[in-house]
């Protein structure tokens, strides 16, 4: 049967496209202009602020039609959140993913019957996991709890972290199968009783557990104070995007954070790092609108992805639009999305080929004019989630690349280090992970990335190859850039991507033109 190309399953909604999809290569340099969807990131943590509020929020370029927002959407009705969708569409008329969202918050509390137990099926969605089992905390004291469970990939994600912080503080949660994985049931915790929650981490293995906390903070008495033991935060630059969102509420978190371009969106890496959010007296005591109209950014993340093609193709262009708070570096030549960690490796690419940027009402920057992309050595501890573009890039760059800073991907959707040993030697590259100590003292990963003597076989007789996904979004969005050079490349579970970026192949096939 004749495996559909990228080209035909562009016009196609995500429920029906096929089980797998063929790469054609692009037989020419192409110039297209992308606006990705909004970030899952920033809807996520504005709709969990947004339902526990006060009043009625109004978010603007949400990202609903992603698997992880429509995951927490559908858990945050269920806490008693009144949630009102109405789809944006483009210019065309085509949906883009995005929508205006209105939130009726719950005042601080969930809506939950006395007695009632609720159970909340999210899936794969790491964020609504942690978040929501931090937030389970705020469930009225005459409930019967909160149980928060996945699927089979879920059950396999530690969050026992995150669960010996919430014992710390004296909340009762238990483990229902295997102790540290969901699914967990969260008993009922009288929070008003408190003055103040103080949280302490050692190495954490997920930034999202700080932050799970840290968005407790303007509903609980006395505020949140987290403490940071013996290392640094993980991801830290995911946890500065959280302090943005609370900021953007008019709570201004207390926290040391260092702004430099090796530095940057990291907190102190000192011991006993602490970081304090209470809302303010103001916010207590007169109810108010977290978000009157708060325009979501466009992702960056999914940006990345879509001006990768235009490295991976030689001499092409590629033009991402977006609404982006606008900063300037150190010497005010650079616009850098603050609150989005990988807008820093969109910045990376100037160094590969022509890099532009233009700031009106909107915001685009643009990669043009690659040859072939140098060899890379890059610390991705900062944006973990662009080193799977990162790695499809090496595969096509003049040398080995050394990419670092990676021991997070090992507990993301799958263990991405080991998909990326597998997938990318199906085409002739070798990919060789390694453990080391970084600056800190801190236990970290990388992998080494060697392309075949050569260069990849792009011959038009060369043997299909078919790209496994392992259910995982980013898997798919980066394997598919080696079909634009390589013949015969089909991608296994294309819908996967609907976790994140839905409309992904309809941008995709902008490179063919037409």
Partial sequence: MKIPTVQD??????????TSVRVVPVTKPFDITVRPPGSKSITNRALLLAALSHGQSVLTGALVD????????????TLGAQIDITPEVDRQGESSGNAKVRVQGVGGRWKINPGQQITLNLQNAGTATRFLT??????????????????????????????????S???????????????????????????????????????QFVSAVLLLGPFVPGGVRVQMVDA????????????????DCHIEPKFDARRSREDALR????????????????????????????????????????????????????????????????????????????SWFLLSLDELGKY?????????????????????????????????????????????????????????ETDRIQALVNELAKVGVKVEPFTYVDKGGQADEGIRI?????????????????????DDHRMAMSLALIGLRRPNVVIRDPACVRKTYPTFWRDLAKVYGG
């Avoid at 992603?66 to 009705?77: F, P, T």
């Fill in 66 to 77: 992603a698997e992880d927002a429509q995951v927490m959407i559908a858990a945050l009705r």
């Fill in 267 to 342: 907190f102190d890496t000192a011991k006993n790092n602490e970081i304090f959010v209470q809302a303010s007296p103001v916010w207590r005591t007169k109810p108010r609108y977290v978000f009157s109209d708060y325009l979501v950014e466009a992702d960056a993340s999914s940006a990345c992805h879509i001006c990768a093609s235009a490295v991976v193709v030689p001499k092409s262009r590629c033009t991402v639009v977006g609404r982006y708070p606008t900063v300037y570096g150190a010497r005010r030549e650079r616009v850098v999305i603050e609150q989005q960690p990988d």
């Fill in 169 to 207: 503080v004296g909340v009762e949660v238990e483990h229902l199968f295997e102790e540290g994985f969901p699914p967990l049931l969260i008993k009922p915790f009288d929070v008003d009783l408190v003055s103040g929650l103080k949280f302490r981490f050692g190495e954490s293995q997920s930034g």
């Fill in 9 to 18: 399953i562009a016009g196609l909604p995500i429920e029906r496209l096929p």
């Fill in 450 to 470: 060697t392309p075949p003597m050569g260069g990849i076989d792009c011959s038009h007789n060369v043997p299909m190859v078919e790209f496994d996904t392992y």
């Fill in 134 to 167: 931090a937030a389970a905390i705020l469930q009225p004291k005459e409930s019967g709890g909160i149980i928060i469970d996945g699927n089979a990939r879920m059950r396999q994600r530690p969050i026992g972290e995150l669960v010996d912080a919430l014992r």
């Fill in 356 to 412: 532009e940027y233009q700031v009106e009402d909107v915001t685009r920057w643009t990669i043009a004019d690659v040859d072939q992309p140098r060899a890379m050595q890059e610390n991705f501890s900062l944006f973990p989630d662009a080193a799977m573009t990162a790695a499809v890039i090496a595969c096509f760059a003049s040398g080995p690349s050394t990419l670092t800073g990676l021991r997070t991907l090992r507990v993301k």
């Fill in 232 to 247: 640094p935060i993980t991801s830290p630059a995911y946890v500065r995007l959280t302090m943005g969102l609370l900021r």
